[in-house]
């Protein structure tokens, strides 16, 4: 369920869907994410390799993590955005981002998130830490998740994916993988120590911020919400990693 659903690995499809499985998904997204990471680092070294300008060798990777994960994440943003500026009315803004549409704030939200995200990645470059930024940037934003679908966390609305993932995480779990991701984002080369870990808090701290906007504004997680939280997590993981 991790790899079929956050990336484009060719995986069987689950044969049950229950909350033990979809909470053991999102406890697995990192680990699922693994060959977008992948492909994030060897676009970065590609492009460096062969003397490609900073910027367009961030946008190629994040274009990568992009590609292998269907543009989820960033379909959730854009939608997450057009809902909380639509409407005060929980069930206007629930169904504006039920549509597979997006409006103005979702664009100028998107495009937002990913210039600063690409604008980050190629202050890394630039500082010749590029590929281990990538790295640490695009498993961090998925080690949110399980915080984002931990218990207590309500689902906004009876049916989908956040109604299935909704709660579905043991908080001491999700608190384990945070502390996991400080602990090996504090080993990544070319880093000083703390770095990493810094940037594993401050994509938390932004991810949380959002989730707790949603649950306020919308009563609980969609799965355009969680998406939404992956990509600023990276944003600001990213940031946190520019110079």
Not at 206 to 213: H, P
Request: glycine share 12%.
């Amino acid at each position: 369920m991790a790899a079929g659903t956050l990336t484009t690995v060719p995986v069987p499809a689950p044969r049950v869907i229950d909350r033990r499985v979809a909470g053991g998904a999102m406890l697995l997204a990192p680990l699922a994410a693994v060959p977008l990471a992948v492909a994030a680092a060897l676009a970065v070294a590609a492009g460096q390799a062969v003397h490609l300008p900073a910027l367009a060798t961030a946008g190629l990777a994040l274009g990568a993590v992009a590609l292998g994960s269907r543009g989820l994440h960033l379909d959730g943003l854009a939608d997450t955005a057009d809902g909380l500026g639509a409407s005060y009315d929980r069930a206007k803004a629930l169904d504006v981002m039920r549509r597979g549409d997006s409006g103005p704030t979702g664009v100028a939200t998107l495009v937002f998130v990913l210039l600063v995200q690409v604008g980050a990645l190629a202050g890394a470059i630039t500082a010749n830490h590029g590929v281990a930024a990538a790295v640490v940037a695009v498993l961090a934003g998925r080690c949110t998740l399980s915080m984002s679908c931990a218990n207590g966390v309500p689902s906004a609305r009876p049916e989908g994916l956040g109604a299935t993932v909704a709660g579905s995480v043991p908080k001491v779990a999700a608190a384990a993988v945070a502390l996991g991701a400080a602990a090996l984002a504090a080993l990544a080369p070319g880093l000083a120590w703390w770095r990493g870990p810094l940037a594993v808090l401050l994509a938390y701290a932004v991810a949380a911020a959002l989730l707790l906007r949603c649950t306020k504004r919308l009563g609980g997680v969609t799965g355009d919400v969680l998406g939404a939280g992956v990509e600023v997590g990276v944003a600001a993981a990213l940031l946190a990693l520019s110079t």
